[in-house]
């Protein structure tokens, strides 16, 4: 089992960036496959990034890609999302998530994790 607590969030205006970060501690960080979720008000949780084991590869939601990007450390458990240009559209509670599916190597389904974080809210401010 694993726990996740995210940080970093908070309120920013357009334009501006924000690093999320999230810590993982109980079994080895490196075992899980890690994502990165979002959901607004009234919305859908939607995918947003995910990672590999060992970070060689990544995938990133058309909404945000060229502005997100996704990146771990094994060594401090922990992975991060840094998110750039942002949009009021990007303000959501974001969620890491941590997936121990044998055989899954990066994750766009929320359905492919087994261990989630409390949230960290994002809030820009047009």
């Known amino acids: 089992q694993v726990q996740l607590v995210e940080s970093g969030g908070g309120l920013v205006q357009a334009g501006g960036s924000l690093r999320l970060s999230c810590a993982a501690s109980g079994r080895t960080f490196s075992d899980y496959v890690m994502g990165w979720f979002r959901q607004a008000p009234g919305k859908e949780r939607e995918f947003v990034a995910t990672i590999s084991r060992n970070g060689g590869s990544t995938y990133i939601a058309d909404s945000v890609k060229g502005r997100f990007t996704i990146s771990r450390d094994n060594a401090k458990n922990t992975v991060y999302l840094q998110m750039n240009s942002l949009k009021p559209e990007d303000t959501a509670v974001h969620y890491c998530?941590?997936?121990?599916?044998?055989?899954?190597?990066?994750?766009?389904?929320?359905?492919?994790?087994?261990?989630w974080g409390q949230g960290t809210q994002v809030t820009v401010s047009s």
């Open positions: 998530a941590a997936s121990a599916k044998p055989g899954l190597v990066i994750g766009g389904v929320w359905t492919s994790y087994d261990y």
